[in-house]
């Protein structure tokens, strides 16, 4: 086991041998491998390339390097394109934090039965006076920012679920096109680095 598995329960560590083809053995060879890809894209500031980071991207992608690769360049090119959604990004910025507060998201306390974080949306708990749409998107995406840094859910990953009952019409108006790409686009894998079936 290396520095960079330090947290892992041994099931955990299992699971990660098993699901996702990590081996301390060669875990630095791995990540080395990604950051040596950095230069064929010069067209995206990757601003982070240490190796607990570049980790984060090989388990999302089960240590394929390419693949994990251009998860990363998804993940900063996500960034440089939506700049505005990332300026302030914090929780005191006041429309992520009322759309923390009134649980978007919320997260439960339990893990699912395969160690996955179980994190709930109730669409009609919108206010749509007090917060926008990208202020939600916002605050998921901070959240799961946060949560992603735990090796253990970089492991065994999260559910989202989302609950549309009550949602009306009214709220739903402020769906547009352009609103739901953005935010199918950053929930997909692009501004985080999400297991597949997450």
Known sequence: MTHLQAGLSPETLEKARLELNENPDTLHQDIQEVRDMVITRPDIGF???DDA??????RARKFQHFEAFRLLAQYFEYRQQNLD???????????IKQALKDGFPGGLANLDHYGRKILVL???NWDQSRYTLVDILRAILLSLEAMIEDPELQVN????????SNFTFKQASKLTPSMLRLAIEGLQ???IPLKDYC
């Open 47 to 49: 601003l982070r390339t």
């Open 53 to 58: 980071f570049i980790l984060r991207f090989l």
């Open 85 to 95: 959604m990332f300026k302030s990004f914090k929780a005191t910025d006041p429309g």
């Open 189 to 191: 894998a692009r501004a």
């Open 157 to 164: 990953g999260f559910v989202l679920i989302i609950d549309w």
């Open 122 to 124: 109730f669409a009609a």
